[in-house]
C-alpha cells in the first residue's frame, strides 16, 4: 500500500471497520475512537459503499445527527469485494475459519 493511501485512514481501521460490520454491530465515529483510536470513519463507509459496494446503512441519531452505520440486513457476507487491507477478513470466511 503506498504512504499516500495510508494518510487517508491505516488499514487498522479499515480492516476494524469491515470485521465490525460483519460481526452484525452498528458502529459510529464515536466507537472508532474508542477502539482503534480512528478519525475517518465516514471516508472508510464512503469507500466501502462506492467502491466496494457494500450494502451499509446509515442511521442519524440524536440531536447531533451522529451517523451510525451497519450491514443492510439479509447481507451475503461471503458476496462481499474486500479492500486490500482486510482481504484476510475474506481469506478467513473463504477457509471457513471466520
Known amino acids: 500500500m503506498a504512504n499516500s493511501e495510508r494518510w487517508y485512514s491505516s488499514p487498522t481501521q479499515v480492516f476494524w471497520t469491515c470485521e465490525a460490520l460483519m460481526n452484525g454491530r452498528t458502529i459510529s465515529h464515536k466507537t472508532e475512537i ?13 469507500r466501502l459503499k462506492a467502491t466496494y459496494k457494500w450494502p451499509i446503512l446509515t442511521e442519524l441519531r440524536g440531536p447531533e445527527n451522529v451517523a451510525h452505520y451497519r450491514l443492510a440486513p439479509g447481507t451475503d457476507i461471503a458476496r462481499l469485494r474486500f479492500p486490500p487491507s482486510a482481504q484476510s477478513l475474506c481469506d478467513r470466511l473463504e477457509g471457513g475459519a471466520a
Open 34 to 46: 474508542r477502539e482503534v483510536k480512528g478519525w475517518r470513519l465516514g471516508a472508510i463507509i464512503h
